[in-house]
Structures are given as C-alpha cells and as structure tokens.
C-alpha cells in the first residue's frame, strides 16, 4: 500500500517498489459496479480522467517542451495492460469520460490495442466518452480505426495556419501532414475541436483567421492561455497573453452570445453569430475554472495528480503492482480524491525565474 509523506504541507503519496505485473491472471474485463462514487473534498463528483499514454511527441513545441527533450526510459511506462487496469477502476468509480493524451498518444506502440479494450466499457454503457487530444500528425493512419472503435470526437491542437510558423512553435511539425489527419478524421465520421493555445509573441494577430477557418471547416475552436507549466528555452512572460484582452478584441468584430455548451472540461463557450460557429475559452491563468472541477490526471508511469496546478500526487502503480486484486487499487484513488485541493495557484511573474509547476505538460499530460 502507498504510504504518505508531507512536502510543501500537503500530503503525497510515495509508493513501494512495485512487484512484477502478471498478466496471466489480470482479468481485463472485470468491472465492479459496487465500489462508490468520487467525490472530493468539496462536494465535487469526480466524473471526467485524463490520462497520459506517453510523454514522448514527434512534436517540441516551444511553450510545452524544451527542445532537448529527455524522455522517460520505456521501463518506466505503465503497460497497455495496466493502463486499461487503471482507467477500469476509475469508471468501476463513476468516470464517464476518458481522454488519452501524452505527450503525443497516437505515437504510442500498439495505440489501438488499448481504444479497442476500452471501447468496451462504451458497448456496456458504462463509459459515455472515449476521445483523446492530439497534435494531428497521426490521424490520416489511425481516424478511420478510431471511428470504427467508438470515438466520435478528438481534441487537435493547432496554433497557426502558416506554415513557416507553424514549423516554428512546433520545431519540426509539418502542416500539411496535420491538416491532412483533420481532414482524414473528419471524412471518417469523427468531429474536430482545435485547440490553440494564444501567443502574445506568435500568434495574437492570426486568431481571428483561425476562427474564421474553423468555422468554415465545421470545427469548433478553443483558445487556452498559456499555462507556468516545466522548464523551456523561453520567457513565459513574452507569450503569455489573456484571453480577457482576446474576448474583449473579438466582441468588437462579432456577436459572442454566452451558452450553456459543455464537453465535460473546462472551456466556456459562446456562439459567434457572423460564423455560425462555437468559441471556447480556457482560462487558467485570468478566470481559473476550479470551482466546478471535475477532472483528475493520471501520468504515464501511474502518477495520479488531482490537479493539473499542484503537485499533490498519488501513486498508484505500486498498489496496482502489489495485488492483481483490485481492493488496494481503489482504496489508492479514494485516498487521493480526499485530499484533491480547492484549485491551482498558477502565475506568471518576470521576476519569477522558475515556472509554478516544474513538471511539463507532456509529463501530466495535456
């Protein structure tokens, strides 16, 4: 069992070396509908995992990654097999949406093995959502698969339509291959939300272009403020820009009428009227969105982390390593989701050298 220390005054799990996982006797599809409901310390169900497959990407985005990049070794990873064990357990607990994410999750060996198991739990009812968020380099291989195992709806990050720029932030990324992949998801049935993350420095002039074509594609559009997230090779300040400024810049060109519309995270959205078209805003850093969290992130080596702007976390590799039963597993996730904090404390400071939260994305995955 996971026992627990105190760093920073808040408690964290450290767990035991993990034993060997046998995977004659794990018996994937198992479910208990038994085991109760979770609920955090003020009073919020716990209905929605994201949960990392890798942390590596084909990608190294400037204000994700640094360059150099070091990988975990692949040892480190958590299996297929204990990665559908572990996502098992949080909806035997009353998750109802699962996201895969990385790092960059389609680069995952055998990807498709682990959608086609948990697409299970969507046959049975028990899982609402299966969906995953992507850079998009993958999906002209893999849309035509994931429509046939459930997913209707992926999460692509996207930050500009120009090439040269688009190589820039990504460091290696190609367009094409990725506006390729949108179209290729779209002919297979899959809707397209694109993700771009505001860049004070990149792309502040490119958003409304970005809405315009999202729009006329049929896509939905979020922007997300960047977020104080690991060690890069630039000063967050330049980047940093508030979707407040955005919001009141766009309210000058077109209609945003505010609407109840949620997919399960934390975007809010309005309808823009010119274009027909919906608009999301994820705002960690000038409106943070904690007071209806529902979420909780586990990493690809089995880290559980119950808020994407702390560093409270849970292991819960060495219980599920300890027993093939699942009794110490989910009393791991019990333990965590008490003591899931009330929200993030992210800022952006010049004077603050370091970011809030050292950890990258990729590592909590995104």
């Known amino acids: ?20 996982l046998d995977l004659n006797v794990l018996d994937l599809h198992s479910t208990n509908k038994d085991t109760p409901a979770l609920i955090d310390p003020y009073q919020r169900p716990i209905t929605y995992l994201r949960i990392s497959v890798t942390d590596r ?7 994700c990654m640094a360059e150099d990049m070091t990988f975990l070794p692949k040892k480190d990873i958590l299996s297929l097999e204990e990665l559908d064990r572990l996502c098992t357990a949080f909806i035997d607990k009353g998750v109802k949406k699962l996201r895969l994410t990385g790092g960059e999750p389609l680069v995952r060996k055998d990807i498709m093995l682990l959608i086609k198991s948990l697409s299970r739990h969507l046959e049975t009812n ?42 820039k932030i990504t460091r290696r990324g190609d367009l094409r291959q990725v506006l390729a992949g949108i179209k290729a998801a779209q002919k297979a049935g899959i809707a397209v939300k694109i993700n771009m993350v505001a860049l004070k420095s990149d792309n502040k002039n490119e958003i409304t272009n970005m809405l315009e074509w999202c729009h006329g594609e049929g896509h939905d559009l979020t922007l997300i403020e960047t977020m104080p997230l690991g060690e890069i090779d630039e000063d967050r300040t330049d980047q940093y820009l508030p979707l407040s ?34 608009l999301g805003f994820i705002t960690p850093m ?52 008490a003591l899931k904090p009330k929200g993030h404390d992210f800022i952006i400071d010049r004077k603050q050298k370091k970011p809030s939260i050292g950890r990258h994305m990729s590592m909590t995955g995104g």
Do not use: W
Not at 57 to 63: E, G, K, P, S, V
Not at 265 to 274: K, L, N, Q, S
């Open 1 to 20: 069992m996971a026992t627990i220390i105190s760093t920073n005054k808040r408690p964290i799990f450290i767990g035991k070396k993990p034993k060997p």
């Open 57 to 63: 990407c084909d990608f190294r985005c400037t204000y």
């Open 126 to 167: 028990d899982l609402e959502e299966l969906t995953l968020t992507t850079n998009g380099s993958q999906l002209t291989r893999y849309a035509d698969g994931m429509a046939d195992l459930g997913i209707r709806r992926v999460n692509v990050s996207l930050d500009t339509l120009d090439e040269e720029k688009f190589r």
């Open 245 to 278: 400024k955005v919001r009141e810049s766009l309210s000058e060109r077109y209609t945003l009428n505010e609407i109840p519309y949620k997919t399960g995270g934390p975007a809010r959205y309005v309808d823009v009227i010119e274009t027909g078209g919906r």
């Open 286 to 337: 000038t409106h943070n969105f904690c007071e209806s969290c529902n979420r909780v992130r586990v990493t690809c080596t089995g880290t559980l982390y119950m808020c994407l702007g702390q560093e409270d976390a849970a292991d819960l590799r060495a219980p599920m390593r300890q027993s093939q039963e699942s009794g110490l597993l989910y009393k791991a996730i019990d333990e965590a989701i």
